[in-house]
């Protein structure tokens, strides 16, 4: 393994421990989210009012800074030296925050209009709930825009650790208010707390944009924004995908009782599961594959993607595998308490098990998407999105019919599968037919049988368990989760060992050397 490829490896691991840790104080703010409104109206309201932010998020300013401006920041950085980038940057800057706040001060006179296009099938007492929050949440999406545009500066410097970091101090100010305040104050102290705790990822990576000798100095022009702007069209489309598919799911959803918080707790529980290594793996290579898009060198380019993507397929295929089988127990160890009952159980497990079979789409989609956009090549990922967005609306109303959200659940699954789908023979041809090849193949045909042998093993595994364990305390609980999921993970391990898969000596070569240092 080179220097390089071990640096990167260091550093992805870091990423993953810090995005590891962000991530379980999501699952705790969830947690103690679902103890304290279950599924009722309330939690209803809230979760669409805190929804509706991020999506205006993600349609207008995630491919600004995940695909538009990190990519022309290393460029500018590359051949016009670090005056240059920062001056790109303080322009950037202020272009986000005027943007952003505009949108804010439209989103908080229009709330109502907004609740009631977004979730027409709310009863009016929902509805009017809803607005309300809505009102106070909406500020965050201009913290969001600001702090994201300080991620897309900090990781096209090299530093990771700080934006992954970010959830870790919105979450830990939720998880406060949850234990020591929401008695007290509610659903609307909870819209607060949200939107200090968006404004706190801002705050925290000041210091590191300082040290790192960021100058904030605002403008409205400069040579490089016109390419971030002629990339951001075709590339912001293409990035509607997500948001657009979660606007669908709370249309409909809307009209099944507990439908839009159900589908909510499993989505978070998907994003919590495989967001810990996709995210963390691909916000780490993409600055590195816009420098090697900007250096020319191809080869090493299509190996950084093609390794990349096999990496996350060793991964995700066990997870799809073992969540689907654990999802019941999961979901009961972690929310069924309090206000969240075994309704709510069923309907959250049952949408986290067709939700994760979209697992190794959302996987291959996250890289493959990074690689056009490095390329600066966004139309066949808007083609893409437009063809998974159609795929998504089309499934949600045949399946809503006989599965209600768990039919939403497995639409959504099946747009992310569609969507890698077209994305993979354009990336093979966007690489001269070098990006899939027989051993990439091969080695997932391995990845397959693998997981299988696993879930041979945890399925009689679970079932025997949950007949020898008697009693619902939470001991009984976590081992009917813990058991068969370390166990699972040996299986697969021990299968992908005798089946010689590469990822296996990787880590174990990465193991040795840590233990020798």
């Known amino acids: 393994m080179s220097n390089r490829s071990n640096n990167r490896l260091k550093t992805v691991s870091l990423v993953i421990l810090i995005t590891l840790i962000g991530k379980m104080l999501g699952l705790g703010r969830n947690m103690l989210f679902a103890q304290?409104?279950?599924?009722?109206?309330?939690?209803?309201?809230?979760?669409?009012?805190g929804s509706l932010p991020q999506i205006f998020f993600d349609v207008v300013f995630a491919s600004a800074v995940a695909a538009s401006f990190i990519p022309v920041f290393t460029e500018t950085l590359e051949r016009g030296g670090r005056a240059a980038a920062d001056q790109l940057a303080g322009r950037f800057f202020t272009v986000v925050g005027l943007a952003a706040a505009t949108l804010t001060?439209?989103?908080?006179?229009f709330a109502p209009?907004?609740?009631?296009?977004?979730a027409p099938q709310f009863n009016d007492q929902t509805a009017e709930l809803a607005a309300r929050l809505l009102t106070i949440i909406f500020p965050s999406l201009f913290f969001t825009g600001i702090a994201f545009s300080m991620v897309g500066i900090l990781q096209s410097l090299g530093e990771f650790n700080v934006p992954a970091a970010m959830s870790i101090a919105s979450n830990g100010i939720l998880i406060v208010y949850f234990l020591f305040f929401a008695r007290t104050f509610g659903v609307y102290g909870a819209a607060v707390a949200l939107a200090i705790g968006w404004a706190s990822q801002a705050l925290i990576q000041v210091p590191s944009l300082w040290k790192r000798g960021f100058r904030y100095r605002p403008g409205l022009w400069h040579p490089g924004l016109k390419k971030i702007f002629k990339l951001m069209?075709?590339?912001?489309?293409?990035t509607w995908v997500a948001p657009i598919n979660m606007l669908v799911i709370i249309w409909f959803a809307s009209g099944l009782p507990g439908g839009v918080a159900s589908l909510n707790y499993a989505n978070g529980l998907f994003l919590i599961i495989a967001g810990i290594f996709v995210l963390s793996v691909t916000n780490v290579i993409f600055p590195e594959m816009s420098r090697l898009s900007?250096?020319?060198d191809r080869q090493a380019f299509c190996d950084m993607v093609r390794e990349t993507t096999r990496t996350l397929l060793f991964l995700l295929i066990p997870m799809t595998v073992g969540l689907n089988l654990l999802a019941t127990p999961l979901v009961r160890l972690l929310y069924e308490y309090r206000q969240f009952d075994a309704y709510s159980t069923a309907m959250t497990a049952s949408a986290l098990a067709f939700m994760s079979l979209g697992m190794v789409g959302y996987g291959i989609q996250n890289v493959l998407i990074r690689a056009f956009y490095a390329e600066k090549r966004g139309k066949l990922p808007l083609l893409a999105g437009v063809v998974g967005v159609a795929a998504n609306v089309a499934l949600c109303r045949i399946l809503i019919g006989g599965m209600g959200a768990a039919g939403l659940a497995l639409a959504s699954a099946?747009?992310?599968?569609?969507i890698a789908l077209v994305l993979i023979p354009a990336a093979h041809w966007m690489f001269d037919g070098a990006l899939i090849t027989g051993r990439l193949i091969w080695g997932l045909g391995k990845m397959i049988c693998a997981a299988l042998v696993?879930?041979?093993?945890?399925?009689?595994?679970?079932?025997?368990?949950a007949q020898a364990f008697n009693g619902d305390s939470v001991p009984v609980r976590l081992g009917l989760v813990a058991i068969p999921?370390?166990?699972?993970?040996?299986?697969?391990?021990?299968?992908?060992?005798?089946?010689?898969?590469?990822?296996?000596?990787?880590?174990?070569r990465f193991v040795r050397r840590r233990n020798v240092n």
Do not use: H
Request: overall charge negative; hydrophobic content about 65%.
């Open 233 to 238: 069209l075709p590339v912001m489309v293409s």
């Open 454 to 465: 696993m879930g041979a093993v945890v399925w009689p595994l679970g079932m025997l368990l």
């Open 294 to 296: 900007v250096t020319g």
């Open 414 to 418: 099946i747009s992310l599968l569609i």
């Open 105 to 109: 001060v439209l989103g908080m006179a």
């Open 113 to 118: 209009q907004l609740i009631g296009l977004m």
């Open 36 to 49: 304290t409104f279950g599924t009722g109206w309330e939690a209803e309201a809230l979760t669409t009012a």
């Open 485 to 508: 999921a370390v166990v699972g993970v040996a299986v697969y391990m021990a299968s992908a060992y005798l089946l010689r898969l590469q990822e296996v000596k990787t880590l174990l």
